[in-house]
């Protein structure tokens, strides 16, 4: 059975920084890649980053570009957000999820909310 589960989420001011881990277990670590997503009340859920399953090749929505980093952990099968420069906009839940081999997200953790104040 796969599980994420999320977790570091919290509440900063405007301009601070967090780091989301998402501990995977369940699936073959270093096969998969993987991405956070977030939904911010009222809003469709929305794409923020992800990850090869090698590591090498990221991905970013424009609006996070330049300020937040996906890496991954192979050996402690965790995938982390580092997010710098946070702005109030990006208050909302974070998601992990695993990416098969056609790029679908099939499996997602539980989230873990950000808050971000002015």
């Known amino acids: 059975q796969v599980l994420l589960v999320e977790s570091g989420g919290g509440s900063v001011q405007a301009g601070g920084s967090l780091r989301l881990s998402c501990a995977a277990s369940g699936l073959t670590f270093n096969r998969y890649g993987l991405g956070w997503f977030r939904q911010a009340p009222g809003k469709e859920r929305e794409f923020v980053a992800a990850i090869q399953w090698n590591g090498e090749d990221t991905y970013y929505s424009d609006s996070v570009k330049g300020r937040f980093t996906i890496s991954k952990h192979n050996a402690k099968n965790t995938v982390y957000l580092q997010m710098n420069s946070l702005k109030p906009e990006d208050t909302a839940v974070y998601y992990c999820?695993?990416?098969?081999?056609?790029?679908?997200?099939?499996?997602w953790g539980q989230g873990t909310q950000v808050t971000v104040s002015s």
């Open positions: 999820a695993r990416a098969n081999s056609d790029w679908d997200f099939d499996y």
